[in-house]
Nanobody, 118 residues
Framework: QVQLAESGGGLVQPGGSLTLSCAAS????????MYWYRQAPGKERELVAS????????NYADSVSGRFTISRDNAENTVYLQMNNLKPEDTAVYYC???????????WGQGTQVNVSS
């Protein structure tokens, strides 16, 4: 059974840090491109960051570049999102997604809530 389980969300003050984790099971994690998305209340889901299957290539949305870092551990089937200098506008539900381009297969997690507030 395919599963993507996000964890690590919570309430943090502006300027603080959080690390999100997404544990994968039931599919060939190391072959999948992994993504972090987020969706704020009343807004569309947006792409935050992506990482290639081997971890050698990463991309970030302009709004998080320089503050967030995506990484993966293929031995542990886990992708991470290190978030530093958090801002209130980073408040959202954060989702991870796995994508296998040649088969156009994608899997989504259920999301984890991040609240940035003083």
């Amino acid at each position: 059974q395919v599963q993507l389980a996000e964890s690590g969300g919570g309430l943090v003050q502006p300027g603080g840090s959080l690390t999100l984790s997404c544990a994968a099971s039931g599919f060939g994690f190391s072959s999948y491109i992994m993504y972090w998305y987020r969706q704020a209340p009343g807004k569309e889901r947006e792409l935050v960051a992506s990482i290639s299957s081997g971890g050698g290539s990463t991309n970030y949305a302009d709004s998080v570049s320089g503050r967030f870092t995506i990484s993966r551990d293929n031995a542990e089937n886990t992708v991470y999102l290190q978030m530093n200098n958090l801002k209130p506008e980073d408040t959202a539900v954060y989702y991870c997604k796995g994508y296998y381009p040649s088969r156009r297969t994608e899997y989504w997690g259920q999301g984890t809530q991040v609240n940035v507030s003083s």
